[in-house]
């Protein structure tokens, strides 16, 4: 199994360009995650979906857009590229035990975005 | 209120010392707990899971106070290759993981 896999895993960008972060995992995980992280802090969850064809946003969503219209594939939109969205993003995906994930996270390595 | 919270540290600890820290978080209500350990800025890999009873693995022993809503992690026998920084992470509402923002430890030789 690869587990979560994300493409590219860098990219320099320019203002106002736009770019889709691609993200597929073959562990057949119900829950799909994007997280950014900036240097220093924390993640940040942007969207989350919860199976095919549902998604719902989380703590920093603006200038994001994502899709989910199957179990493995988990894309995430910059429309319009700003230097505030200069970060890692990390995509991840869990299995559904009940309605927690209990079980945690599986992330993938991350893609690291510079906005220029 | 941050829904997790951690002293950043750094924690600087020779080979062999033992190191300890917490977290804390507001969630009363939070079921799943977890350490989760990340290097210099790679994806984030769970190192444990945390349970009510506390929990051992290897030189790892993380312990659950839900009276007092924090979560521990201790490491024994520090090895250099321990140094990463830890991340707290705790389920908040639905389906979605809390992260702290992650506590720094360097094991020197």
């Known amino acids: 199994n690869a587990g979560v896999t994300q493409t590219p895993k860098f990219r320099i960008l320019k203002i106002g360009q736009s770019m889709t972060l691609q993200c597929t995992q073959d562990?057949?995980?119900?829950?799909m995650y994007w997280y950014r992280q900036d240097p220093g802090m924390g993640l940040k969850l942007i969207y989350y979906?919860?199976?095919?064809?549902?998604?719902d946003k989380g703590e920093v969503p603006n200038g994001y857009n994502v899709s989910r219209s199957t179990t493995e594939d988990f894309p995430l939109r910059l429309e319009l590229a700003a230097p505030s969205q200069t970060s890692v993003y990390f995509c991840?995906?869990?299995?559904?035990?009940?309605?927690?994930?209990?079980?945690?996270?599986?992330f993938g390595s991350g893609t690291r975005l510079t906005v220029v | 209120r941050k829904e997790v919270e951690q002293d950043p540290g750094p924690f600087n600890v020779p080979e062999g010392a033992t190191v300890a820290f917490n977290c804390t978080y507001s969630?009363?209500?939070?079921?799943?707990f977890f350490w989760y350990r990340q290097d210099c800025r790679k994806e984030p890999k769970l190192l444990m899971s945390?349970?009510?009873s506390g929990n051992e693995d290897g030189r790892f022993t993380a312990q659950l106070n839900r009276a007092s809503q924090y979560i521990s992690l201790l490491i024994r026998d520090s090895k250099l290759s321990d140094s990463a920084t830890y991340l707290c992470?705790?389920?908040?509402?639905?389906?979605?993981?809390?992260f702290g923002a992650g506590t720094t430890v360097t094991v020197r030789a």
């Open positions: 991840a995906s869990s299995y559904d035990s009940g309605g927690n994930p209990y079980y945690g996270y599986t």
């Open positions: 969630n009363s209500a939070s079921q799943s």
């Open positions: 992470v705790v389920n908040g509402n639905d389906y979605k993981l809390s």
């Open positions: 562990m057949n995980h119900n829950y």
């Open positions: 979906s919860v199976g095919a064809g549902i998604t």
């Open positions: 945390v349970y009510s």
